[in-house]
């Protein structure tokens, strides 16, 4: 049991809890957790800081005016059994808190709304991470820029050095993409795959990577296929690689006042392989585990390798001894096994109601080898 005035590590608030890490970080982040940096650096929370976001079982009802069951070997504080409240405690309800709302007629009237407002403001594309996490209160922006009008974004097509993503390309444009299928399958893999089709219609794949939620699937194959993303702000335009975009759980190298305009994939040189392959408990369901998976081949040798692992560490995972193993080389069965297996020792998973990290290693490692196995089958038809 923890004391109330003892700091706690994040590792050490989600085994109390039974929670992913990257749910403590989404707390931390959203300022419903408040932590300090204590003389390690490390950063902790106070014990009493987490007894806060519990409510004692007692004032905790069903719908259906049942009071919960304690669950087994439940986190005590003092004398009571408590649950997380699913509203994140202390009163949210399923209505967002006020805020302003401004459509953005054009772009640099998007760019110019972020630059006045700053960190009060946040993009509003899909809606399907944002407005979920308003209606929980762990995030509160007092102004919302509606960007869907900005139609001159909605774009999936492709030029000499790649696949160019505009800011309003929703899932399911991937998804319906009969061309994309050949050129960029790691994305086509991916697309069915995120969320259920009444989210696919709304959501984007570039709000997907400014969410920057760990168990999403786009960023794991941002990061295979090392993705650029171009951010617009009144001061001007930048472009930031993937690989350097995600920072922790909901948290990305964008600026407030910065909009992702588009999402940029380097195009495939000779024979390219890729996949996505997700392991999920029910259909819809965010990812215990995703794999992206993706090979250049050129005279039977990979000159080009990604492995991007998706809810495996408080952000995605770019495996990328796991890549350097297979640069250069013939895919062999040899070859596959021991980069499946390096991998695995790159993820970083967290036990949760998910799965334990050894399991979820295991994930990893087999659907490594699988995706890369299937690739020697598709080079060898
Ligand atoms: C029921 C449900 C199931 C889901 N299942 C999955 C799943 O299986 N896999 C998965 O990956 N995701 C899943 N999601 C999450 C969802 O698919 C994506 O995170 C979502 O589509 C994000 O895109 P959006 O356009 O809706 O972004 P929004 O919700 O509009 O925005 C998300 C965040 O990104 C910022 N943002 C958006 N666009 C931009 C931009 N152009 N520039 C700067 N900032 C921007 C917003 O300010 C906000 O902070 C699920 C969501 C729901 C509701």
Known sequence: MADRDEYLTVPEVAQLLRVHRATVWRWIVAGKLPAVRLGDRTLRVRGDDVAGLLRPAATTKRASGVPRQPP?????????????????????????????YAVAASLDEAVEQLARYGDDAKVLAGGQSLIPLMKLRFAQPARLVDINRLTDLRYLHEEAEGLRVGALCRHRDVERSEWLRARYPTLAACAPQVADP?????????????????????????????????????????????????????????????????????????????????????????ATVGVAVFVDLQ???????????????????????????????????????????????????????????????????????????QAMAAHAA
């Not at 005590?76 to 209505?95: D, H, K, P």
């Not at 951010?231 to 759980?249: D, V």
């Not at 909009?259 to 890729?274: I, N, Q, Y």
Request: proline share 6%.
């Open 72 to 100: 087994a070997a439940a986190p005590e504080f003092g004398s009571c059994w408590a649950v997380l409240s699913a509203t994140g405690g202390r009163g949210a309800g399923m209505y967002p808190p006020r805020f302003d």
């Open 198 to 286: 009444l989210v696919r219609n709304l959501g984007t794949l570039a709000g997907s990577l400014c969410h920057a939620d760990p168990q999403g699937d786009w960023g794991a194959v941002a990061v295979a296929l090392e993705a650029q993303l171009v951010a617009r702000s009144a001061r001007g335009q930048r472009t930031l690689p993937a690989t350097g975009f995600f920072l922790g759980p909901l948290t990305t190298a964008l600026r407030p006042d910065e909009l992702v305009t588009e999402v940029r994939f380097p195009a495939p040189k000779g024979h390219a392989f890729g996949t996505y392959l997700k392991l999920e408990r029910k259909v819809g369901d965010f």
């Open 299 to 373: 005279d039977g040798r990979v000159t080009r390798a990604g492995i991007g692992l998706a809810a495996v560490g408080p952000t995605y995972v770019k495996a990328r001894a796991a890549e350097s193993l297979l640069v250069g080389n013939a895919l062999t069965d040899a070859l596959v096994t021991e980069a499946a297996i390096k991998a695995a020792e790159e993820a970083d998973p967290a036990s949760d109601h998910r799965g334990s990290a050894h399991y979820k290693r295991q994930v990893v490692r087999v659907f490594v080898g699988r995706a890369l196995r």
